[in-house]
């Protein structure tokens, strides 16, 4: 494993802890193209372990009516927003009723409001408050718990995905269990779906996505699910029957923590991050929906693919606190079946991303990053 002592850790480790009012990022310069920018905010702490035990942020959620707007949540430290194409950040905004409840560990899931409404954020938790599954309604300011029953007493899971075409649905994986719940209603009721034996894995996080099929009544039901690393034990399995049955796709598996996918288009092509396939490591390729793969891109291990109507990128990383990973980033023109390169990443981005998001400023297409303990991260393409 690309793995060594973390310095920064050590030489950062003296940073005080976010305060307990909002506060709003200083004005930062604005990048070069095809630069990488550190837009972390000044005030939140990515070194010490705080009340939750502090990772940094693992996911980056834009708005899809307001593509200015993008959200992510700090362990320990709230949710935070950006109105500016995620140049500026200010936080914690969970400061209305309900909100002290996702200031954990966990992350953030985003689907579009009714018309001229906020959007609708979703949060689960691992650990500290947040633990369990939380909704928003206006905007990330207050926040409702809604008990997953299939849980039990354990209300430990990641962050739900959200159906492309009904903003209600949403699907969860549990915390380390061979659990994955689902809902119609937006969070408020949960029912258990069932799994094929060979997807049974104690201690392991599963990750599953909505495949987007150009259709509604076909997306609702057509989903990837991939295993944590378990040494292609278990790998990738699809169903598009709403999980009634399923296909083990490839031996593809995610690493620690993390998993994102990428769709460019309804055409049925999805890129998946290599991480113990059989097909070689880099970056999987489907031009049916997931239901074949076959291998594009420099073979080294991804976690994570990305992307804009011109480029594909993937990246490497995992949940390792205290860690300088190589963010291992490679990328190639669309359509992504050849002209994969490594690119440079600046130094102080000393582990990739566990989530990315693409926006469109009317002129350029922007990627916003979660690094875990690296904090934020800005591309302008």
């Given at each position: 494993?690309?793995?060594?002592?973390?310095t920064l850790?050590?030489a950062l480790?003296?940073?005080?802890?976010?305060?307990?009012v909002?506060?709003?990022?200083?004005p930062a310069?604005?990048?070069?193209?095809?630069?990488w920018?550190?837009?972390?905010?000044?005030?939140?702490d990515l070194?010490?372990m705080?009340?939750?035990?502090n990772?940094?942020s693992?996911t980056?959620?834009a708005d899809?009516?307001?593509?200015?707007?993008?959200?992510?949540?700090?362990?320990?430290?709230g949710?935070?927003?950006?109105v500016?194409?995620g140049?500026?950040?200010?936080?914690?905004?969970?400061?209305?009723?309900?909100?002290?409840?996702?200031?954990?560990?966990?992350?953030?899931?985003?689907?579009?409001?009714p018309?001229g409404?906020?959007p609708?954020?979703?949060?689960?938790?691992?650990?500290?408050?947040?633990?369990?599954?939380?909704?928003?309604t206006?905007?990330?300011v207050?926040?409702?718990?809604?008990?997953v029953?299939?849980?039990?007493?354990?209300?430990?899971?990641?962050p739900?995905?959200?159906?492309?075409?009904?903003?209600?649905?949403?699907?969860?994986t549990?915390?380390?269990?061979?659990?994955?719940?689902?809902?119609?209603?937006?969070?408020?009721?949960?029912?258990?779906?069932?799994?094929?034996?060979?997807?049974k894995?104690?201690?392991?996080?599963?990750?599953?996505?909505?495949i987007?099929?150009?259709?509604?009544?076909?997306?609702?039901?057509?989903?990837i699910?991939?295993?944590?690393?378990?040494g292609?034990?278990?790998?990738?399995?699809?169903?598009?029957?709403?999980?009634?049955?399923?296909?083990?796709?490839?031996?593809?598996?995610?690493?620690h923590?993390?998993?994102?996918?990428y769709?460019?288009?309804?055409?049925?092509i999805?890129?998946?991050?290599?991480?113990?396939?059989?097909?070689g490591t880099?970056?999987?390729r489907?031009?049916?929906?997931?239901e074949?793969?076959?291998?594009?891109?420099?073979?080294?291990?991804?976690?994570?693919?990305?992307?804009?109507?011109?480029?594909?990128?993937?990246?490497?990383?995992?949940a390792?606190?205290?860690?300088?990973?190589d963010?291992?980033?490679?990328?190639?023109p669309?359509?992504?079946?050849?002209?994969w390169?490594?690119?440079?990443?600046?130094?102080?981005?000393?582990?990739?991303?566990?989530?990315?998001?693409?926006?469109f400023d009317?002129?350029n297409?922007?990627?916003?990053?979660?690094n875990?303990r690296?904090?934020l991260?800005?591309?302008?393409?």
């Amino acid at each position: 494993m690309r793995k060594i002592v973390n310095t920064l850790a050590v030489a950062l480790s003296a940073l005080p802890n976010l305060p307990s009012v909002a506060v709003a990022a200083e004005p930062a310069p604005v990048p070069a193209h095809g630069t990488w920018a550190d837009v972390t905010p000044s005030g939140v702490d990515l070194v010490n372990m705080l009340s939750c035990e502090n990772y940094g942020s693992i996911t980056m959620a834009a708005d899809p009516a307001r593509p200015s707007d993008l959200f992510t949540q700090f362990n320990c430290q709230g949710v935070w927003k950006s109105v500016d194409y995620g140049l500026t950040w200010s936080g914690p905004i969970n400061t209305g009723h309900g909100g002290t409840g996702v200031s954990g560990a966990g992350g953030l899931a985003i689907a579009r409001g009714p018309a001229g409404q906020p959007p609708i954020l979703y949060s689960a938790g691992i650990r500290g408050t947040g633990v369990g599954f939380w909704k928003s309604t206006d905007g990330g300011v207050s926040w409702t718990n809604y008990r997953v029953a299939p849980g039990g007493d354990y209300q430990g899971f990641y962050p739900p995905v959200v159906n492309p075409y009904d903003p209600n649905h949403l699907l969860m994986t549990g915390h380390q269990r061979s659990l994955i719940v689902q809902s119609f209603d937006g969070g408020r009721h949960w029912s258990e779906v069932a799994i094929a034996d060979g997807m049974k894995h104690i201690g392991g996080t599963g990750f599953i996505f909505f495949i987007d099929t150009g259709r509604a009544g076909t997306t609702t039901g057509t989903w990837i699910w991939t295993a944590e690393a378990t040494g292609r034990k278990i790998g990738t399995w699809r169903t598009s029957d709403r999980g009634r049955t399923w296909t083990k796709v490839d031996s593809n598996e995610h690493p620690h923590g993390q998993m994102q996918i990428y769709q460019p288009d309804k055409s049925g092509i999805v890129f998946m991050p290599g991480f113990h396939s059989e097909l070689g490591t880099g970056v999987l390729r489907s031009t049916d929906y997931g239901e074949t793969w076959s291998s594009v891109g420099i073979a080294m291990d991804q976690a994570v693919v990305f992307g804009t109507p011109k480029r594909v990128y993937a990246m490497y990383a995992w949940a390792c606190g205290g860690c300088l990973l190589d963010p291992a980033l490679q990328s190639a023109p669309q359509p992504g079946l050849s002209g994969w390169a490594r690119m440079s990443t600046p130094p102080a981005m000393a582990i990739g991303p566990a989530q990315a998001a693409t926006v469109f400023d009317g002129t350029n297409y922007i990627i916003l990053t979660a690094n875990w303990r690296a904090g934020l991260w800005r591309f302008v393409e």
